[in-house]
């Protein structure tokens, strides 16, 4: 099945400091990418659709200069957290639907955020 | 906005038993979608369901769409170790974004050996 990547898998960083955080689809292109935020035993929420070659469309409450996305090519996504805070803190999953068949959605193994 | 609320949060059977988890949305859904996400894991695809009242089946799972395409349901008979972990639907508004999808609370499933 197809394979979506992220990198870092986990990353510590202080209060103030800016993360990237990279999406890859492996083996097929997406135009559309999906940014979810998931804190513990909690459902997935979407922030943003990442949309290769246009700017991100963001969710009601989501904010677009603190959560940067930029989807530079039909393979990659990237989330940046701007100026981190420990709220911030919590499990970044990217997603990318495949166009065709079910439609199913394709998570990355999700990348955990912890702010001191 | 689209609220997808799922009964019961929590769910802990004795392995054997059977096990049943509902989502419902307070908006018509044109398609949902089923997937489990194991303990530390991210969400696997399970299902979708596009049709008024389908009921599709998955060795022992059996996932079933309303009649009024506002809810759904995912039945696991003789529940095994292997299926811990949390179960969360997932749907499209009708007339929504193409693949935006809405996830619902989820339902974590505990089974004792």
């Known amino acids: 099945g197809a394979v979506v990547s992220q990198h870092p898998s986990w990353v510590i960083c202080k209060s103030g400091t800016s993360v990237k955080i990279e999406c890859r689809s492996l083996?097929?292109?997406?135009?559309?990418m999906f940014w979810y935020r998931q804190f513990p035993k909690q459902s997935l929420m979407l922030m943003a659709t990442?949309?290769?070659?246009?700017?991100?469309?963001?969710e009601q409450g989501v904010e677009k200069d603190k959560f940067l996305i930029n989807h530079a090519s039909l393979t990659l996504s990237t989330l940046t957290v701007t100026s981190a805070h420990p709220e911030d803190s919590s499990f970044y999953i990217c997603?990318?639907?495949?166009?065709?068949?079910?439609?199913?959605?394709?998570f990355g193994p999700g990348t955990r955020l912890t702010v001191l | 906005g689209q609220q997808v609320m799922q009964i019961p949060q929590y769910q802990h059977v004795q392995e054997g038993e059977d096990f049943t988890t509902y989502c419902n949305s307070s908006t018509t859904l044109s398609n949902i979608q089923w997937y489990k996400q194991r303990p530390g894991g991210h969400p696997v695809f399970l299902i979708q369901l596009v049709k008024s009242g389908e009921v599709k089946k998955q060795k022992r799972l059996t996932f079933q769409f309303g009649e009024a395409k506002k809810n759904s349901s995912l039945h696991i008979t003789a529940t095994q170790t292997t299926d811990v972990g949390t179960y969360f639907c997932a749907g499209r508004r009708h007339g929504g974004a193409t693949n935006k999808l809405i996830f619902g609370t989820g339902t974590l499933l505990a089974v004792q050996p």
């Open positions: 997603s990318a639907p495949r166009t065709s068949g079910n439609n199913e959605q394709f």
């Open positions: 083996d097929f292109q997406a135009t559309t």
């Open positions: 990442s949309n290769e070659g246009s700017k991100a469309t963001y």
